[in-house]
């Protein structure tokens, strides 16, 4: 197995780099979105980009990725195409589901984001299966299931937990706790007590880091894909992170009082990308210039990925009656 | 304002249907102690499209309740809360999450009773919400109401106005048996005439929304309402009256309503809000077939979604849904209308919807 070894600059830009994008993507959904023509409900990620490029970092390209309605960063993370995520959301035909899907319902298939979709635990036993067909097809493919507080109170998540390690799969559990299932807090749904340790009682092996630390994500996910990997069994692990924006929508939702100023502060004060860019500038390892650079970079890249979106195609109802079955 | 038509003598108190179903619930826990409340969002900031609003204030955290996403085990947790002595509330802000409580719902609450030998029951009401719009897309819009009435044991409900969704409500919550609460989310908003006292509706009948005898349109949930308008312009622009029939509820069906009219007009149009395949539209028509062939002067039509999912895009949605539009059409064949005259182009202008496709009123800025 590979030991975790001190990262080069060049690997800490990329991570940097990697969650600037998701935020300026992010950030750019949100502005055009009061234009009302992204007609679909949007999750925003922003705040906890560190998960997505931790995690999706310590994956090969070949390896796969499932997720749930807040996927944005786990599909761009994972390498899926920004043009087709606008487009989708812009409901076009360009689209990676060609419009049929929207903002919850991800997929590029080229890069191994086997999709996204909003039932909440609907695709963590997928992951499972995924996994499990690669070791019956005897690759070494590791499958991640991104999914959040809320999913861990599903049923079918305990019973995939369950069938993983009894088959020690190749499967890698990714808990993003930012302690909020729509507006209701964790604790007015589960007892106090630590999400990873249930995983370890279902006989996975778990960890548990700060999920707005990018590097410490990496590591711990680089250790557990590693071990899913050696064929050391299914990996469970809890991030914890903080959701800045409302849940469904463009907006903050401070003025709905369901969480305290101080709260909010405390969860802006964490931005992973501020504290990773104060840690590497520091370091030596990232200039002011750097930054700019990246930030216009990303600019180009957002804008020609809307122009696109906007001069694709409208598909129409004669588009969607196809595709109902293969 | 429908009921303000047929019951004139009622207070004249306007409330959105949002507004009754709260009102509803409010009343309810008022009365009865063993009334409880508990979904995803309950006592949250949004409450349910405002639905639940305040009630966690009136009657405390013993009462009302906040839910792990758990459907299916908190839908068991409900039905054992239900034998043992208590009227739980579960709500589920879109039908689709409802599909993770189908065992519970079909092999145990739906069973319980007649497998028991009448022993026990389970009086739970399931309130769960059709989505529409704004790219709700293939998880998050189904109407599955005929997939829930399949189940002999649950009833299934689907009010369209204000009142009936107070009183329906009440009845749900009283009956004893398990009762689905199918909302559309698009009535939400609608107003309607609310009498304040404590009301009952039954849950195993229709009732006529407009009068007519060209062509009977038996309507479930939303499409009642779009089944109006398309009465309203039919007769004020063809003089054509066709009688609008508001199904009410699923299961059961109440068939001899629509009989009744089909025996006055010789022709049937249902216009459901589901897929057409395996659809309440189809089981409606066979029945009606099956004890009113001879009544009938035409084959019967159904109106439905097309057999395919809802796409999430605007523009693929467009013409996705039928509207007042789709039944004149219908109505118009039936009778055989020209449709190329001046008083259908008239007919056209006038129910012509305006502004996007995809919001139920212009105010709305998505997303739900």
Redesign the interface.
């Given at each position: 197995m590979k030991q975790v070894r001190a990262m080069d600059t060049v690997e800490q830009s990329q991570l940097f780099h990697s969650m600037l994008r998701i935020r300026r993507i992010e950030e750019a959904l949100a502005r055009k979105y009061a234009e009302q023509e992204m007609r679909c409900p949007i999750h925003l990620c922003v705040g906890q980009e560190a998960i997505a490029v931790g995690v999706c970092a310590a994956l090969n390209q070949t390896d796969l990725v499932f997720s749930n309605h807040r996927a944005h960063g786990h599909y761009l993370a994972k390498g899926g195409g920004l043009a087709e995520l606008v487009a989708e959301v812009y409901g076009r035909e360009t689209g990676c589901c060609g419009g049929r899907g929207g903002s919850m319902h991800l997929i590029d298939l080229s890069v191994g984001f086997m999709g996204s979709t909003p039932i909440v635990g609907g695709t963590v036993p997928l992951a499972v299966g995924a996994a499990w067909a690669a070791t019956l097809k005897r690759n070494r493919q590791v499958t991640v299931s991104f999914f959040g507080d809320g999913c861990f109170e599903e049923g079918v998540v305990h019973e995939s937990l369950n069938f993983a390690a009894l088959h020690k799969i190749p499967v890698v559990f990714v808990c993003e706790n930012n302690d909020f299932s729509v507006y209701t807090r964790r604790t007015e749904r589960q007892p106090d007590r630590p999400m990873f340790e249930i995983a370890q009682a279902h006989g996975v092996e778990a960890a548990t880091g700060n999920g707005n630390d990018v590097e410490e994500v990496f590591n711990i996910a680089t250790t557990a894909i590693d071990k899913a990997r050696c064929g050391l069994g299914p990996q469970f692990l809890e991030f914890r992170t903080y959701r800045w924006r409302e849940h469904c929508g463009p907006n903050f939702d401070d003025d709905l009082r369901y969480r305290l100023p101080l709260e909010i502060e405390a969860g802006l004060n964490a931005c992973p990308i501020a504290h990773y860019r104060s840690k590497l500038t520091k370091a030596n390892g990232l200039s002011g210039l750097d930054i700019d650079r990246y930030e216009l970079e990303i600019q180009a890249e957002i804008e020609v990925a809307f122009n696109f979106a906007l001069s694709s195609r409208r598909p129409g109802i004669e588009d969607a009656n196809r595709k109902v079955y293969a | 304002m429908l009921i303000a038509k047929y019951m004139p003598e009622l207070e004249q108190r306007s409330l959105s249907f949002a507004e009754a179903v709260r009102e509803a619930l409010e009343q309810v826990m008022e009365k009865d102690p063993r009334v409880i409340v508990i979904g995803?969002?309950v006592p949250?900031?949004?409450a349910i499209f405002n639905s639940t609003i305040g009630l966690r204030d009136k009657y405390g955290t013993g009462r009302v309740f906040?839910?792990?996403?758990?459907?299916?085990?908190l839908t068991g947790v409900c039905i054992g809360a239900a034998l043992n002595g208590l009227r739980p509330v579960m709500v589920h802000q879109r039908i689709?999450?409802a599909?993770?409580a189908m065992d519970q719902l079909v092999n145990n609450a739906a069973k319980w009773h007649y497998m028991f030998d009448g022993k026990a029951s389970v009086p739970l009401v399931v309130r769960m919400i059709v989505g529409r719009g704004?790219?709700?897309?293939?998880?998050?819009s189904q109407s599955l109401q005929a997939m829930f009435a399949q189940v002999p044991g649950l009833k299934v409900v689907m009010p369209t106005t204000a009142y009936d969704a107070k009183g329906m409500l009440i009845s749900a919550i009283e009956d004893d048996n398990p009762v689905l609460f199918i909302e559309h989310r698009w009535l939400h908003d609608i107003q309607d005439i609310v009498p304040e006292e404590y009301y009952r509706v039954p849950l195993d009948q229709g009732r006529i929304l407009h009068e007519g005898d060209a062509v009977t349109v038996a309507a479930f949930s939303y499409m009642a309402l779009e089944a109006l308008t398309a009465a309203k312009a039919l007769r004020t622009e063809l003089g054509t009256a066709i009688e609008v029939l508001d199904m009410r509820s699923v299961r059961p069906l109440d068939v001899g309503l629509v009989l009744n009219s089909v025996r006055k007009t010789g022709r049937l149009i249902v216009a459901d809000t589901a897929f057409r395949t395996g659809s309440i539209a189809g089981e409606l028509i066979s029945q009606v077939v099956e004890q009113a062939f001879d009544k009938l002067k035409t084959h019967p039509v159904r109106i439905t979604l097309?057999?395919?999912?809802a796409?999430?895009?605007?523009?693929?949605?467009?013409?996705?849904y039928p509207g007042p539009q789709t039944i004149i059409d219908e109505v118009l064949k039936l009778v055989g209308v020209d449709r190329h005259s001046d008083g259908y182009k008239k007919l056209c202008a006038v129910t012509q919807r305006r502004g996007?496709h995809?919001t139920p009123n212009r105010e709305f800025?998505?997303?739900?």
């Open positions: - | 995803e969002g949250d900031p949004k906040d839910m792990p996403l758990a459907e299916n085990g689709d999450f599909l993770l704004w790219g709700q897309g293939p998880q998050h097309p057999d395919h999912p796409p999430t895009s605007y523009f693929m949605t467009e013409h996705y996007p995809d800025s998505g997303p739900f």
